[in-house]
């Protein structure tokens, strides 16, 4: 059993005012941006270690069973049992998870504005640093990858895409949209706009808006989590109307 962490009551607080679902099987929360799921390398405590405020008298605590990108925002879920746990992780296997993001891209919308990109994608490992990058099918170290796209808003400068993960890869969706031109704004590694319209982009402008998923209890569950104000802010300068 992993040593439990200490938290103070600030995170304490902090954790229990992200969950927006919960049940006897699952926690579901709404992770802010800049906040690690699993392994971050700071003082700070990552959600992963965060979820001990909710652990039981016997030691028992929610288990992650997914992971989002550090400056994601949206929806993430935790097992409570270990049932639950194996429960969900063979339907994330079996792609029975589906995935709906929200980004705002630039320059523009995408060409199509709605299309499927399948781009092969491969890691690379650059000090204590990993990227992906496309590559070509045949490659050594390819790994098939699934996107779904269509675009909502759009402008000359910017665009407002739902998107749908059809695999898992790290930053299949970043890489997959830097690819065909229009990278997510303020996506530093990948090529995002740091200004758009004269408004400064204030991080990843990427949201996992819901998680519809098979329940241990039978059915789907189908959890959503608002973008978060700074997300909307950029949004409402971008596309509301003068």
């Known amino acids: 059993m992993r040593k439990p962490v200490q938290l103070s009551p600030d995170e304490i607080a902090l954790v229990r005012g992200m969950v927006i679902y919960e049940d ?39 288990e992650l069973v997914h992971r989002l990108d550090r400056d994601t925002s949206g929806v993430i879920v935790a097992a409570k049992t270990k049932p639950a746990a194996g429960f969900l992780g063979k339907a994330i296997m079996a792609r029975r998870v589906k995935k709906t993001y929200r980004a705002i891209v630039a320059p523009g919308a995408p060409e199509p504005a709605s299309g499927v990109i399948e781009t092969p994608l491969r890691r690379v490992e650059q000090g204590r640093e990993a990227h992906m990058r496309v ?14 796209y269509r675009t909502l808003i759009q402008n000359s400068s910017a665009a407002l895409v739902e998107l749908e993960p059809h695999t898992g890869r790290m ?67 971008l596309f509301s109307s003068p």
């Open 24 to 62: 006897a099987h699952i926690l579901a929360l709404n992770k802010p941006a800049g906040l690690s799921s699993q392994g971050g390398r700071g003082q700070v405590h990552t959600l992963d270690e965060l979820l001990w405020a909710f652990a039981r008298s016997n030691g028992k605590r929610p």
């Open 135 to 148: 590559c070509e099918p045949d490659h050594a170290d390819a790994e098939a990858a699934k996107t779904t």
């Open 171 to 237: 930053h299949q969706l970043r890489v997959h949209l830097a690819s065909i031109g229009r990278p997510i704004a303020g996506d530093a590694r990948y090529g995002g706009a740091l200004v758009l319209a004269g408004e400064a982009v204030p991080r990843l402008m990427l949201h996992a808006l819901a998680l519809e998923f098979p329940h241990p209890e039978g059915g789907t569950r189908r959890i959503e989590a608002e973008p978060p104000e700074d997300f909307r802010r950029l949004a409402e300068a």
